[in-house]
Every structure is written in C-alpha cells, then in structure tokens.
C-alpha cells in the first residue's frame, strides 16, 4: 500500500486528467474515512486547477434509497458545495435494488457527464458496486447468478484509497 500526501495526490490526478480524455476518478474506502468530504475537495479543485466541471456519483448501497439520510450518512445539499451528486435518492426503501442495476445507472451517468465535458468521480465504500463499474463486470440474466466474468474496462480509471 502506498501512502500519497495530499499534494502527491493532486499532482497524479493532474496528470491522469491530462492524459485521459474519458477519465473517472474513483474514491474508495472504509466507512468514516472521509471519503464523502474529499471527493467534494477534489472537485472544487479539479475545477479550480484544471477548468474542467466535476459530478460526484455516489457509490453506497444504502444512499440509493430515499429517506436513509440519517442511517447512511447521506451527504446534505449544503455539504454538497454545489457539486452534482448522482445515485442519491433514487429508489423507495421496499424496492429491490441490485448491483447489476446499479451499474447500468452508472454507466449511464458517466457517459451523460462525459457527454457535457466534465469529470465523473465515483464516491463510495460499496466495493462490489465500485468493481462491477471500474471493472465491467459481466452479468447474466440470471438474478441469482454471481458474476465471475469481467469485461474490458469501458473508461481509464484512478482509484484514490483512503483509510
């Protein structure tokens, strides 16, 4: 495991963002380790130093459901900063609501936020919904079916650890 100072990590994701037109920043790690508070760090400055626009999509699989704010530690609009989130709110508490859904949402954000010239960053400690996007995971028709497949990565990926 590598340890990368702050401004160690700033100079990496310049770099990345510098040769990767299609790129997506992934944030990952335990909870409480102030995961949420940096991607909305990272993307007032990817913005402030780059010029490019940044959206956040939250990768928790308690966040998708409408009214967990106070058991999943959703972030609040004015913890947002004016940051887009995406992958909030997005299902009642009694629907089902899987991986491979999740992932189709996903994908289609990123090429939406693509599509508007900005920076996806992935945001959440749900490593199985982080892997089946950054990983592209195959998944068959079958909902009981474990996925043990993946596909080539659809985007260059920088996965940023905290701890």
């Known amino acids: 495991m590598n340890v990368f100072s702050q401004a160690e990590i700033q100079k990496k994701v310049h770099s990345f963002l510098e ?26 400055w ?14 928790d699989s308690r966040q998708v459901f409408r009214g967990c704010d106070i058991s999943s530690a959703k972030i609040t609009t004015e913890e947002r900063d004016g940051i887009p ?17 999740f992932q189709k949402y996903a994908f289609e954000k990123i090429k939406e936020i693509h599509a508007r010239g900005n920076v996806p960053i992935l ?25 043990t497949k993946r596909g080539k990565p659809l985007y ?5 650890g905290m701890h």
């Open 19 to 44: 040769e990767n037109t299609t790129s997506v920043i992934e944030i990952l790690g335990p909870t409480a380790s102030g995961k949420t508070g940096f991607s909305v760090f990272l993307a007032h």
């Open 46 to 59: 990817i913005e402030k130093n780059s010029g490019k626009k940044c959206e956040i999509i939250s990768v």
């Open 123 to 147: 945001c959440g400690g749900t490593m199985l919904w982080l892997d089946a996007i950054s990983e592209n995971y195959i998944f068959t028709d079958n909902p009981d079916a474990k996925s």
């Open 85 to 101: 989130h995406h992958g909030l709110n997005i299902v009642e508490p009694k629907e089902v609501y899987s991986v491979v859904q």
């Open 156 to 160: 260059p990926f920088l996965k940023i």
